[in-house]
């Protein structure tokens, strides 16, 4: 593996990084970048993607293998989905959590294949406030009711920053307390714990798409008259505090991110210039990179009103990026290895973020170091996979026309 190279000083004494500058022969996208201690071996992120295939919280065999395959495909850093930090924090009865003894065992049966595999295992923590109680996106995260219960599925209530629903249909939150803000930043802070002894590498808050974070940040939702509303200061407080809280259980070591929505244009009053100054006081609080997305307060999970053109998060990353000086990566629609090469190289982003282009094809990596002129691309891929696909090539060479 190459060293890792120089970047553009983000963060350090510059609130405007200049470009990327690649001082290698080698493209961008197959250089390792190191973060704090950890060092991922290219910058093909694989971004959390919720499966809705746990049992009583825990990972099965289908997260092994869901997981383990990008791995083994030749990404840098394969994130778990975003992972609850209770039981009722929850969006559904499938999702996962890191609450319990038998979860951190069923993680590290994971973690440890995909350090094995090469790459940096990531958690995405995550409280869904009132977002919680809810049936599966296919069926429109239609929220549970009392026929549910029959089937072992009642409906629960969540928290929130203010006691206002997500639809006519669903359970009316209950408004945080003092002491239900203390508790959920306790929550977290044990979930840290627990992250530490699963073995993940990289810790990444989620503060986007309608959780409990942008419940207080958002207007629409925190209609408090307390400290943790009002002004933008006041409504980013909740948020400053959990994350001063992870970052001290979480080890000095290792990197830690936030997933932003940079903007919300279904009725959120949030936009990229709240994004900027809430994305400041993130890193100066200690987090290493912002993971830039969009939308979820009110509608989709992610922002339908922005247009879905190739890299529609990336202009979000390039503008935080250069007026913040954090790193930062943005997925959506990221599916050519040229392009994302061009993202970087354009100082756009740091970090390539993936999902659903890695869903179709969890070798992508080896292939677009191929497209990219990687000598060594089959290396990506465990040695009973390269020894074999190397034997086929030379043998084609030879052979060009058998």
């Known amino acids: 593996m190459p060293p890792s190279i120089a970047i553009s000083p983000v963060g350090q004494n510059e609130p405007n990084p200049p470009p990327v500058q690649l001082i290698t022969d080698r493209p961008l996208l197959f250089t390792p970048l190191t973060t704090k201690g950890i060092t991922a071996r290219n910058r093909v992120v694989v971004s959390p993607m919720s499966q809705y295939a746990s049992i009583d919280g825990e990972p099965t065999d289908w997260h092994l293998v869901h997981l383990g395959h990008f791995a083994m495909g030749g990404a ?79 409906p629960y209530r969540g928290l929130s920053a203010s006691p206002v629903p997500t639809s006519e249909t669903a359970l009316v939150p209950k408004e945080m307390t003092a002491d239900d803000i203390k508790d959920v930043i306790q929550l977290h802070v044990d979930a840290v ?35 943790y509303s009002g002004d933008l200061q006041g409504r980013m407080r909740f948020g400053f505090e959990l994350v001063e809280a992870i970052r001290a259980a979480w080890p000095e070591d290792r990197p ?35 993971d830039c997305s969009s939308g979820g307060i009110n509608g989709p999970l992610t922002l339908s009103v922005v247009p879905r053109l190739p890299g529609y998060h990336v202009p979000f990353a390039e503008a935080v990026r250069r ?9 959506g629609l990221i599916t050519e290895a040229h392009q994302a090469e061009a993202i970087l190289q354009g100082g756009q982003s740091d970090l390539i973020c993936m999902a659903r282009e890695l869903m179709w094809n969890p070798n992508w990596p080896v292939h677009a170091a191929q ?13 009973g996979y390269a020894w074999w696909l190397k034997r086929r090539e030379a043998t084609q060479q030879l052979n060009p026309d058998g």
């Open 371 to 383: 497209t990219l002129g990687v000598p060594d691309y089959f290396d990506l891929l465990p040695p």
């Open 193 to 227: 714990k627990r992250t530490v002894d699963s073995g993940y590498d990289l810790l990444e808050i989620h503060c986007a798409h309608g959780y409990i974070v942008q419940q207080f940040l958002s207007p629409t939702v925190n209609h408090r008259t307390d400290a």
């Open 76 to 154: 840098g850093i394969v994130f778990c989905e975003e992972t609850s930090v209770a039981v009722l924090a929850r969006k559904t009865y499938s999702c996962p959590g890191i609450y319990t003894p038998a979860q951190v065992k069923a993680y590290r049966r994971i973690t440890d294949f995909i350090k094995r595999m090469g790459a940096v295992p990531a958690l995405q923590l995550g409280h869904a406030g009132r977002k919680v109680a809810t049936k599966p996106p296919w069926e429109s995260f239609a929220p549970l009711t009392g026929a549910d219960a029959k089937d072992g599925k009642p």
């Open 323 to 331: 007026e913040v000086g954090i790193l930062t990566m943005g997925p």
């Open 256 to 290: 830690f991110f936030a997933r932003l929505s940079c903007q919300d244009g279904q009725g959120g009053h949030w936009d990229l210039a709240d994004t900027l100054q809430f994305a400041q006081g993130l890193k100066e609080r200690g987090v290493d990179l912002i």
